[in-house]
């Protein structure tokens, strides 16, 4: 198959792209940096011709709301144009296990006007929502770190080995529309602060760690919000497993 792949230079993108190669696949790597534009448009036509199947993992961090819903809103509303005049027989789309659960979030609030645009867009899709990556603590901490201390709120989460999740989503945009996938998450819940300060310690990096809800992620993704549900596709690779293997 000719399948695109949308933040094709990013963390799950970049792996996507690869697992799909590795499958036998054709993959059109789609991204600013690689000359096609999502929120202008330019050079999206001709990159999705002849394409069978986008996979859009796409992403934008946002502080504001409404910033990030006018980037996701553009760029879906472009791909899924293009994809319709491509003739795209299958979007998928890389979501948020809990997307619907967490209001106050500019980064899910932009995932969500994806997720209604693909579902109501004129392209067969599936939509995979999927839990926090491996990496994240360690993430988050490098966004909020001032003179050696970093703030990270104390989340329960079942994460994921993003090499885990391209894989998947490879499989998946070789496939049929599905619509909304069941969640997929990794194999154990952790604690949030617990990865972050393990984390950096496997990396040398040596940070203090401030557990509060004063940081970029509050209190109303707390307790159960962000685990998966009954049913859910659960990825082999523990945190463990992961933070053994060179980054």
């Known amino acids: 198959m000719r399948i695109a792949v949308a933040g094709a230079t990013g963390n799950i993108g970049a792996r996507t792209a690869a697992a799909l190669e590795q499958a036998g696949h054709e993959v059109v790597r789609i991204s600013r940096s690689l000359g096609v534009d999502l929120i202008t448009g330019d050079g999206l036509g ?22 990030a819903v006018a980037y996701f809103g553009t760029a879906t509303r472009n791909l899924l144009a293009a994809g319709e005049g491509a003739g795209i027989r299958h979007h998928v789309l890389l979501s948020i296990v809990g997307v619907d659960r967490v209001e106050g979030n500019a980064h899910y609030a932009g995932k969500r006007e994806q997720e209604r645009l693909v579902t109501e867009g004129p392209v067969p899709w599936t939509i995979v929502p999927v839990t926090q990556f491996h990496d994240f603590a360690a993430t988050l901490t490098s966004w909020t770190e001032q003179d050696g201390v970093a703030t990270i709120a104390p989340l329960l989460v079942q994460p994921i080995a993003p090499a885990d999740a391209a894989g998947i989503l490879a499989e998946i945009a070789t496939g049929t529309p599905q619509g909304r996938y069941r969640d997929v998450a990794g194999p154990e819940p952790q604690d949030l602060v617990d990865m972050a300060r393990r984390t950096n310690e496997a990396r040398g990096h040596a940070v203090k ?19 998966p ?16 293997k060179p980054q």
């Open 46 to 67: 001709a990159a999705l011709t002849g394409v069978d199947a986008v996979v859009d993992a796409t992403s934008y961090e946002a502080a504001d709301r409404d910033d």
């Open 209 to 227: 760690l401030v557990p509060t809800w004063q940081s970029l992620l509050g209190s109303e993704m707390a307790g159960d919000v962000l685990l």
């Open 229 to 244: 549900g009954e049913g859910a596709r659960i990825a082999p690779t523990t945190f463990d497993e992961w933070l053994a």
